[in-house]
């Protein structure tokens, strides 16, 4: 193709070949409605597509983020009320979601199968630009907030997806820092606004400003069109240009960032985030340091900021983040460089300190950054840092996110502020760029002109109180109170008919009509047979190894499977201790500076956590194993080796402050990701109620936080007494005894590899020990958690084996017919939640979860009436075939190399054959509404054993008191 020439409506303006990701690049503008269009043309086959619009926000309702949820709830063409949906049921999709940033909204899908791929983009491209939420009221009540009340007598309240979303999303401490870190560095920019909404002003949204905001953004001359993979240009082009482009004509678009004025001198701003009633406040402030950095449009300068943190704040090397964990400011520091926004922000976060350090912790940030400029940053950690970014460029590793899509996510960082839309694409010529300012002094330059001497930056310190939560409730009871206190009969009356007319339309069933106009593949267009486990039994130094033969690009994923059935049920929770220290303290020959430059230096990232597995269909099973991961360049294999063998045979966990160091910012992950992952902390916990396994891995979860609470209580005695815990576990773990060694790399490589695994499996130990069990009985504690959280997560469940049932790959279809139909209807439609979700394992647990949900008590109701729904399901043969072919797209999401050798291994070690997943798939694929039907008995008898988990607010927990055996706050 020629530049400057017209194809399909499209004008080329520039084509170039990008070596670093073996693309050719087309940039294209649509002559008639000026939208923009980048197709990375090359042979990926799990293709992608989105369409971007550059959203910039004036107020707070968040109307950026309910119009990216309404404009999927049905279009023109496909007049469903939510299309989205649809397309998860029966799509072979890869990824299909919507993402609110600060200043744009994307849509991207991706699929491996063509016809899949068309089907979606047309289905997006429909919902953005013809959208039913302009016409149907219900939706932005739907998707945003509405009035709910069914009857005069009843009091008023708020309700809507996006209101209970950002309740949950901004209850968490680091998330509302992170609002208030932008807002306030930005504040006369369109970033001093809350693109997700603010709970408080989203009632202030309108169904007027509503579709103004559609109207003034959602047009082609404002849109970024991006296309990755292998397909056909040319029709592709021509079906853009002709279905939706050559209906729209360009206008002028006023979506433009504006630059902050920088400030003349540091701003200081004192603020407070919520916790729950009688939660201590003792050490639960956030320190922070913002600093405005240059513009994302400045690439070297971006790169250099990334390697520039994982040096100073993220290494175990880091020097800053040392000094501040050295100087008792807090449990652990925290840092972020986000260059998303068109002015980057790097943020340096103390968490668990206290307002009136603020001074102390500026000074030390001050002392050590001068510092490191007047010396120069030791070189050896500069270049480990660098090294770590060129081995993740090198290896483009998403894990199941398509690759295509976080290229496209990046290259929005300059696209979106009219930079060249491939520049991030390109990396080559960075790294040689920054390995030559690490000769030169550019780094320190950085420092100073960015860190040091920059006036536009934020002190902001956020500190606890228990009020906001009571005094949020009691101003919103007053204010709602007085709104319905205000109204006349006729208008309370339109509110309760506007209630009822949401409420059908939400139980309305779409017609075989509608259902029919949004495109579904065949059954015959899925593959029959399952992908088969890349793996061949071998034999290392005597002990079983794994050989995964896979194009690695020259890269090792090493795992090494170390059995830990021998450790002793009192020494469990010094097993998972020694998974947070072991190669995070010094050995005989390193510091742990120095070993966390070697490890950086020489490899991509080295690692040991434990993980349980159980035997396939042995629900009283369970192999506790510490594992080893590593990921290396194959020449690299042997330092690798000496590496590990310096941990495990010369480690030292003698320095008391750097082991305290480590467990205090232990004990802060774990409070900072209650409130990020409540759902998955509440499911954890209840899985524990039922097999053996579960309750082992339970020992890293709340047991484990109690255990370095305590040993933080008494730490000179609890360190003493883990000083001859870790003497006796250490060579029980390390030990070649039941050894399994898995080895993903290129067959050509892999007996370099495995001599060099064979020179560390023959220095270990082969003594054995006897295995020793945990005790372990059925337990259903049925806990409530009490958090700061303003939504709940609740989570119901039980062993389906241990009453009697046998798994069945139809379950399979029965998750994705439950969260897609059942609990999509009655927990996020009709109950306001964020979401809700269901798994029938293999193992034999269930579940039923629910995320950022405003219910408790009416949550478990819908959960235990599913096996009514279930009795009386019946669909159309295109329904069912649409739930079978959305489940296949889960179960054969592509894998990357890393994520092959992970799946074998562990299938491996559970007894999972090729023979058993294809049987699974066999059953899904012949899947009948008599099948699911005839799970209504299981389902019964599991909720009937009435076993349940609960994170949520102090007054949903209470209210339900009675639903659980204890209750307390958790933090």
């Known amino acids: ?39 990375v043309a090359n042979n990926d086959d799990n293709k992608v ?102 009857n005069a007598d009843e009091p008023l309240k708020y309700s809507g997806v996006v209101y209970n979303e950002m309740k949950g999303a901004l209850s968490s401490p680091d998330g509302l820092l992170e609002r208030k870190i932008l807002n306030n560095l930005y504040p006369d920019t369109t970033y001093q606004y809350e693109s997700g909404g603010d709970p408080v002003a989203i009632p202030d949204l309108t169904q007027k400003m509503f579709i103004d ?44 960032v504006d630059l902050q004025k920088p400030f003349e001198k540091r701003k200081v701003l004192n603020d407070v985030y919520p916790i729950a009633p009688n939660e201590s406040k003792e050490h639960k402030t956030f320190l922070s340091l913002n600093y405005s950095i240059a513009t994302s449009l400045e690439k070297e300068k971006m790169i250099a900021f990334s390697i520039l943190e994982h040096a100073l704040l993220k290494s175990e090397a880091a020097p800053l983040r040392n000094a501040l964990i050295k100087a008792g400011l807090g449990s652990d520091v925290i840092s972020s460089f986000d260059n998303g926004v068109l002015q980057p922000m790097f943020s340096i976060i103390v968490n668990g300190s206290e307002a009136d350090k603020a001074d102390k912790f500026e000074k030390i940030v001050n002392d050590v950054l001068t510092d490191i400029v007047n010396k120069g940053i030791d070189k050896e950690l500069l270049q480990a840092s660098i090294n770590v970014m060129e081995f993740k460029l090198r290896e483009a590793d998403f894990g199941q996110f398509p690759k295509g899509l976080i290229y496209n996510i990046n290259l929005m960082n300059s696209w979106l502020y ?73 208008q309370l009356q339109e509110v309760i008919e506007a209630t009822k007319r949401l409420k059908k339309r939400q139980r309305s069933v779409d017609t075989p009509e509608a259902l029919a106009k949004i495109p579904l593949l065949e059954i015959s267009d899925i593959n029959k047979n399952c992908d088969k486990l890349i793996i061949a039994e071998d034999e290392i130094a005597g002990t079983t190894a794994l050989k995964h033969d896979v194009a690695t690009n020259g890269i090792v994923y090493l795992r090494m499977f170390f059995d830990v059935s021998t450790i002793a049920y009192e020494d469990i929770n010094y097993l998972f201790l020694l998974e947070e220290l072991i190669g995070r303290t010094a050995t005989k020959n390193y510091s742990y500076e120095a070993l966390a430059n070697a490890i950086n230096l020489y490899t991509g990232g080295m690692r040991f ?43 030292s966990f ?98 370099k590899v495995a001599d060099c695994v064979a020179l560390f499996i023959k220095s270990l130990s082969d003594e054995e020990y006897p295995v020793q069990t945990i005790p372990f009985n059925v337990d259903k504690k049925n806990e409530g958690f009490i958090t700061s959280s303003q939504v709940q997560y609740v989570a119901k469940g039980a062993n389906f084996m241990r009453l009697g049932y046998k798994y069945t790959g139809v379950m399979k279809v029965l998750e994705t017919i439950m969260r897609y139909e059942y609990l999509w209807t009655h927990i996020r439609v009709l109950g306001g939640a964020y979401g809700a979700f269901v798994k029938f394992r293999r193992d034999g647990n269930m579940y039923f979860g629910s995320y950022r949900d405003p219910n408790l008590k009416e949550t478990l109701n819908v959960y235990d009436n599913t096996g009514a729904f279930l009795r009386s399901f019946a669909v159309s043969d295109r329904e069912m075939t649409k739930y079978i072919i959305g489940t296949i797209s889960g179960m054969d999401m592509p894998l990357t190399p890393s994520l092959k050798g992970e799946l074998a291994a562990s299938s491996y070690i559970v007894g999972m054959t090729d023979e058993m997943r294809q049987k699974q798939r066999d059953e899904v694929l012949a899947t009948t509404q008599e099948d699911i039907r005839n799970l209504a008995d299981l389902v019964d008898a599991c909720m009937e054993e009435n076993a349940i988990c609960v994170l949520g607010s102090s007054s949903k927990v209470n209210e339900a008191q009675d639903v659980f055996k204890t209750v307390k706050t958790l933090l």
């Open 49 to 150: 597509f989105s369409i971007t619009f550059r959203t910039t926000p004036t107020d707070d309702t968040g109307v950026a983020h309910i119009v990216e949820h309404s404009t999927l709830c049905g279009s023109r063409k496909f007049p469903t009320k939510e299309p989205f949906v649809e397309l998860v049921k029966g799509s072979l999709n890869t990824f299909l979601n919507a993402m609110t940033f600060p200043d744009k909204t994307m849509y991207p899908v991706a699929s491996r199968n063509d016809k899949d791929f068309r089907n979606l983009m047309d289905v997006y491209l429909d919902a953005v630009f013809y959208p039913n939420m302009r016409t149907t009221p219900e939706i932005l009540m739907q998707e945003g907030w509405h009035y709910e009340i069914e």
């Open 609 to 651: 956590s434990v993980a349980t597995y159980d035997k396939e269909g042995d629900v009283n099973s369970y192999m506790p194993k510490m594992v080893f991961k590593a990921k290396v360049l194959v020449d690299k294999m042997p330092k690798l080796i000496e590496l590990l063998q310096e941990i495990i045979f010369n480690g």
């Open 213 to 256: 905001f559609h109207s003034r953004y959602y047009h082609p001359s404002n849109s970024y069109i991006y296309l990755y993979g292998d397909m056909d240009m040319m029709d592709t082009l021509e079906f853009l240009d002709k279905e939706y482009l050559s209906a729209f004509d360009k206008i002028e678009v006023d979506s433009h």
């Open 418 to 490: 009219d930079g060249e839309p491939t520049m991030y694409l390109y990396y080559e010529d960075l790294l040689t760029t920054v390995k030559q300012w690490a000769n030169e002094g550019k780094f320190e330059e950085l420092i100073k002109t960015y860190l040091l001497d920059n006036t536009h930056s934020l002190m902001l310190i956020l500190s606890p109180d228990e009020t906001i939560i009571p005094e949020g409730e009691r101003v919103l009871a007053e204010k709602l109170a007085k709104i319905k206190a205000n109204m006349s009969d006729e």
């Open 1 to 39: 193709m020629e530049e400057n020439q017209i194809y399909h409506g499209f004008k080329l303006k520039k084509s170039s070949y990008i070596k670093e990701i073996a693309s050719n690049a087309y940039e294209f503008e649509h002559v008639k409605s000026g939208a923009k269009l980048l197709f």
């Open 654 to 751: 003698a320095a008391k402050e750097r082991v305290k160091d480590l467990i205090l910012q232990c004990r802060s992950d774990f409070e900072m990701s209650i409130l990020r992952s409540g759902h998955q902390l509440v499911l954890d916990e209840l899985m524990a109620y039922f097999t053996p396994k579960e309750r082992y891995d339970n020992y890293g979860d709340l047991r484990f936080y109690s255990f370095i609470k305590n040993f933080l209580n008494d730490f000179d005695n609890e360190f003493a007494k883990m000083q001859v815990a870790f003497a006796k576990i250490i060579p029980m773990v390390f030990n070649k005894h039941n050894l399994i060694t898995s080895i993903t790399v290129d067959g050509e490589d892999y007996t």
